[in-house]
């Protein structure tokens, strides 16, 4: 078993990340959960440290919440 934990932004059962990249565009917006990152505690204090200064979603990441998170991901053979 996999175990990461750190920190994500959550808003209506859902976490801020990557929503589209085709290499030329990239969109960001609510996502589940089990694909968002997690982001390190460290550096990460509040909804605006997961984006730059100045950026289009900073509206938007001031609706969510910063939560710890636990994410545990396992892998099963079932052969």
Known sequence: M?????????KDGKAWGKVYDD???TEYGWIDMEFAPI???????SVLDVTYK???????LLKGKLVKVRR????????
């Open 23 to 25: 290499g030329h565009c």
């Open 54 to 60: 100045g950026s289009i979603y900073t509206h938007e």
């Open 72 to 79: 545990c991901t396992t892998v099963e053979i079932v052969d």
């Open 2 to 10: 996999v175990v990461s934990e750190g920190m994500m932004v959550v």
């Open 39 to 45: 982001h390190d505690p460290k550096y990460c204090k």
